[in-house]
């Protein structure tokens, strides 16, 4: 199954497609990450996605789109994956249908995680992330066991840079600019499910979980 998980920022798209990734044994995909990766080993598209994501706008298509379409022609995504956070303009959902096609393969499902915007910017600020396995914690809502340690891997917990509250208002008016079309896009194709994001994590799940098992109509 090819499973994407749309959702502004901050909605839980990472929170939750870690828990579907153990649910399931789909990998996880995204493209934040991978730039994030980049960047730690230095890279040259790492440094390139750098100024972008400092400054809360998209990296350019044509970045974006051939890393994710690298990363899925990898084996162990040969029987699917959940892609978090790409597609996030038209240009990448055609690029991406192409690729699928090309391959005889298509996207199944594409989950919307709905959160009003005034919820968005707390949980941006409020967000820890593991530095080793990326997991994310939020200092109310998901704290850690121990202060500024991932309970799964012991790894230090940081904050990321574009989560200033400058950066964060950038960062959700691009989505609602740029990746509201992809929302439609889906919706247009059948394949869109949208769910509740402003419950708790693991109700959001049982949504999620309950929400791909349904048949769609077309
Ligand atoms: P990326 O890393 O993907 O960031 P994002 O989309 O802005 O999403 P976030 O990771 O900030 O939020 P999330 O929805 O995953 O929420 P999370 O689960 O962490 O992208 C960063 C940058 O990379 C972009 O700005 C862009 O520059 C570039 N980029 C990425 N993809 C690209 C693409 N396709 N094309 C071009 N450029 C691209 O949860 C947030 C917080 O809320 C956490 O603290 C969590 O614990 C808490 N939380 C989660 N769920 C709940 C809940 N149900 N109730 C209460 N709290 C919750």
């Not at 080993?41 to 890393?67: C, F, N, Q």
């Not at 029987?79 to 298509?106: I, K, V, Y």
């Not at 009003?116 to 967000?127: C, I, W, Y």
């Not at 994310?136 to 850690?144: D, G, L, M, T, W």
Request: aromatic share 6%.
């Amino acid at each position: 199954m090819y499973i994407i998980i749309l959702g502004a920022p901050g909605a839980g798209k990472g929170t939750q497609a870690d828990i579907l990734s153990q649910e399931t044994g789909l990998p996880r995909i995204a493209p934040g990450d991978l730039f994030r990766q980049a960047l730690e080993r230095g890279t040259e598209s790492g440094l390139a996605a750098k100024r972008y994501m400092d400054a809360g706008v998209l990296v350019p298509d044509e970045i974006a789109t051939e890393m994710i379409l690298e990363r899925i022609a990898e084996p162990d995504c040969s029987s699917g994956c959940l892609l978090d956070g790409f597609p996030r303009t038209l240009h990448q959902a055609r690029a991406l249908d192409q690729a699928l096609e090309e391959r005889g393969e298509s996207i199944d499902k594409a989950v919307y995680i709905e959160v009003p915007s005034e919820d968005l910017a707390k949980r941006l600020t409020g967000r820890w992330l593991c530095r080793s396995c990326q997991t994310p914690y939020h200092e109310a809502s998901f704290p850690p066991k121990t202060p500024g340690k991932c309970d799964k891997c012991g790894g230090a917990l940081y904050q990321r840079s574009d989560d200033r509250e400058e950066t964060v208002r950038g960062r959700l008016s691009v989505f609602f600019a740029q990746t509201a079309p992809v929302i439609d896009y889906y919706e247009q194709q059948h394949k869109l499910l949208r769910v509740n994001g402003r419950l708790s994590i693991h109700e959001v799940t049982a949504e999620m979980m309950s929400a791909l098992k349904q048949p769609m109509s077309s």
